[in-house]
């Protein structure tokens, strides 16, 4: 970024339905607000469930693109941890783009839709799920603020999380629900 620019901004979201081999499920929308810079600076949310129990989780990360389709998330905070598994250590996290639906994240194959964008060139909404299953779209989550189930309780969801930030802040969960 040029000395005295202004940084950019963009919201990114993505929609996740993600079953892992031993049977743990996540199920949510996670919400990135990116900044410009060397490397990016990334503010996130996640909310939805893990294994049908409401969950939220919040924290900071950066990012550093390091070619098409590759990229290197630093979970650098994790301020709210609301969730039925412990939480992870703060780790770094590789996605790999394999073919325009199909990346990796340290490892482990996950299908994306549209593929993924670098960040600020427009990728903005993104579908994951596991390969092969294509995409679902989840048109409401339960909501858990708190109030408990009503008729008015669920809640469209709008977006899908962007790029490999998604990927990156499931992937923070991943660890800790394989040990389940």
């Keep these: 970024m040029p000395a005295g620019a202004a940084p950019r901004t963009e919201t990114v979201t993505g929609q996740f ?5 031993n049977g743990n499920s996540l199920l949510g929308t996670v919400v ?5 810079g060397t490397p990016i600076t990334t503010v996130w949310h996640f ?14 990360a950066t990012e550093l693109w390091r070619g098409p389709g590759v990229e290197t998330i630093q979970i650098t905070s994790i301020s709210t ?4 598994l412990a939480q992870p250590a703060l780790l770094p996290i590789q996605v790999v783009e394999i073919n325009p639906s199909l990346v990796t994240l340290n490892g482990i194959p996950m299908a994306i839709s549209p ?3 670098a960040p600020f060139s427009g990728g903005l909404t993104y579908i994951v799920t596991n390969p092969a299953q294509g995409t679902r779209p989840i048109s409401a989550i339960p909501n858990t603020s ?7 309780d669920w809640l ?3 977006g899908l999380l962007g ?3 998604l990927l990156g802040i499931a992937g923070l969960m991943w660890p800790a629900m394989r040990r389940r």
């Design 17 to 21: 339905n993600v079953t892992l081999p």
């Design 163 to 165: 790029g490999g930030l």
């Design 156 to 158: 469209p969801v709008l």
């Design 146 to 152: 708190g109030d408990g189930p009503g008729p008015g």
């Design 115 to 117: 593929p993924i964008q």
């Design 81 to 84: 941890w609301q969730m039925p």
């Design 47 to 60: 909310q939805g469930m893990i294994n049908g129990i409401a969950s939220q989780a919040a924290g900071t």
């Design 32 to 36: 990135a607000d990116r900044t410009s």
